[in-house]
């Protein structure tokens, strides 16, 4: 491309792109197409370690699929408890941020609230969309609710999330209560549940009924172990699920994806989901204490999902020691109040042993309290 493109396309674009830099999602940073992708470890992106078996069915390839393929949102609708009319399936939780934001937001005039240090795409996706943000950051690791009564006003939409990422703890319920309350008239609050299933009795999907504006979203990439799949969930009220449903794609749920999510979703699918969040939570709490007795870990953030937060010493030592090692973990320094901070997924056994035996052996050959290396 020649430097005079550059210059066109950027006079073209919206002006707020040219500077926007992308999510730098866990895959953008390293991607699987890296030589030795089988060689790696990836705890970067909590994914699930393993991944099932799935049947796809070809005949019917050249038909559009259903706008809601049936199959997928009985599934659904079976697994949450909640009528069909309350679901939307959509291309992950990430299209269903994207969505309610398009639905509820006026580019160059409304905001939506964050409370960070939180994920990353509530605030791409208002950008993208020329939407502003606002960022009421949390106060130890739980809502500023003064702070955030003060913008009450401002806001169209406001995201929380919980299990928090990167954060891993849930937020108690009575401050979600507190912002629905805040926001009863004035605005939606969706409460992003991509990792509930490590915690499923912490669900907001209860106070579905008995507020208006709550919006709840899901997703099959964790726990369900279908992050390729691209499948997530919208759980609301009939009357926003159809307001959305205005302006999502006419097709966009591929047909194999409805299948093999729909595998996912019968009985013998959650039960094996099941199996393995139990398996997950119990490596997560014994590598947790692990981490906890280490002298160079300053800090283990508690978790109520398939990741660990923690702060360290010497992070950018602790961080390349594993990545020589082809251990991928996400640094998360860069996040305000989140200092020193990485955060690990929680993998299989085997792939955790090799993160221990790699630090173990490199502070034994350094005599070093820290991670120097
Ligand atoms: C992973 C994640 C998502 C996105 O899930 P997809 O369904 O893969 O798009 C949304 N929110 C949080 C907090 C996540 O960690």
Do not use: H
């Amino acid at each position: 491309m020649t430097m005079n493109t550059k210059t066109l396309i950027d006079n073209l674009a919206r002006a707020e792109l040219v500077d926007m830099v992308p999510y730098q999602s866990a895959r953008r940073l390293f991607s699987s197409a890296d030589s030795d992708t089988d060689a790696k470890v990836w705890l970067n992106a909590n994914e699930a370690p393993g991944s099932g078996e799935y049947q796809i069915k070809s005949s019917n390839i050249n038909r559009y699929p259903d706008f809601q393929p049936d199959n997928l949102l009985t599934g659904y609708s079976n697994y949450s408890g909640l009528d069909k009319t309350q679901l939307l399936a959509t291309r992950g939780a990430d299209e269903g941020i994207e969505l309610v934001i398009k639905t509820f937001c006026k580019a160059y005039q409304d905001s939506i609230l964050i409370c960070s240090p939180t994920y990353g795409m509530y605030s791409i996706s208002a950008q993208a969309q020329g939407v502003n943000v606002i960022d009421v950051p949390m106060i130890s690791n739980t809502l500023d609710i003064d702070g955030i009564k003060a913008v009450a006003e401002q806001v169209k939409v406001v995201f929380l999330c919980s299990p928090g990422n990167p954060t891993g703890n849930l937020l108690p319920e009575s401050q979600i209560l507190d912002t629905l309350a805040i926001f009863q008239e004035k605005a939606i609050v969706v409460v992003d549940e991509a990792y509930i299933e490590f915690s499923p009795q912490n669900s907001m999907q209860k106070l579905l009924n008995q507020y208006d504006n709550l919006v709840v979203l899901r997703t099959l990439s964790k726990a369900f172990g279908l992050a390729g799949l691209r499948c997530g969930f919208t759980l609301s009220n009939p009357a926003i699920i159809t307001m959305m449903s205005k302006v999502i794609a006419p097709y966009p749920i591929a047909a194999p994806v409805a299948d093999i999510a729909s595998q996912s979703l019968s009985a013998s699918g959650i039960k094996a989901m099941q199996q393995d969040v139990t398996t997950l939570n119990q490596l997560k709490q014994d590598f947790s204490q692990w981490l906890s007795e280490q002298q160079w870990c300053k800090r283990v953030f508690p978790s109520d999902a398939n990741f660990v937060l923690f702060e360290c010493d010497d992070k950018d030592g602790l961080f390349d020691l594993l990545k020589a090692q082809n251990i991928l973990i996400r640094d998360q320094s860069k996040q305000v109040q989140l200092r020193n901070c990485l955060r690990i997924s929680i993998g299989n056994e085997y792939e955790l042993s090799l993160v221990k035996n790699t630090i173990t052996q490199a502070l034994a050959n350094t005599s070093a309290k820290t991670l120097k290396v």
